[in-house]
Nanobody
Framework: QVQLVESGGRLVQAGGSLRLSCEASGFSFRRYALGWFRQAPGKEREFVAAIDWSDGKTYYEDSVKGRFTISRDNAKNTVWLQMNSVKPDDTAVYYC?????????????WGQGTQVTVSS
């Protein structure tokens, strides 16, 4: 049974930091690209960051470049999203996802999400 369980979401002040975690099980984690996506109220889900499985190359949405960092530990089946200098526009439910292809239009496996709220 595939599971992706996010944690770490909370209320944080603008300019602050937090780290989201996603623990995975039930699939070959080290052979999958991992991604973070977010969905704000009334908006469509959007890509935030991804990390490939073969070379560890990372990808970021423009608005988070230089502020967010995605990383993974294959031994722990865990992927993280370090969020620094957060802004109110970062408020959303954050989802981690996994797919064999980092550029996939629709990732195969998804977590349930964790709420991040940034106060101004």
């Amino acid at each position: 049974q595939v599971q992706l369980v996010e944690s770490g979401g909370r209320l944080v002040q603008a300019g602050g930091s937090l780290r989201l975690s996603c623990e995975a099980s039930g699939f070959s984690f080290r052979r999958y690209a991992l991604g973070w996506f977010r969905q704000a109220p009334g908006k469509e889900r959007e890509f935030v960051a991804a990390i490939d499985w073969s070379d560890g190359k990372t990808y970021y949405e423009d608005s988070v470049k230089g502020r967010f960092t995605i990383s993974r530990d294959n031994a722990k089946n865990t992927v993280w999203l370090q969020m620094n200098s957060v802004k109110p526009d970062d408020t959303a439910v954050y989802y981690c996802a996994a797919d064999k292809v980092v550029a996939s239009r629709e990732f195969e496996y998804w977590g349930q999400g964790t709420q991040v709220t940034v106060s101004s």
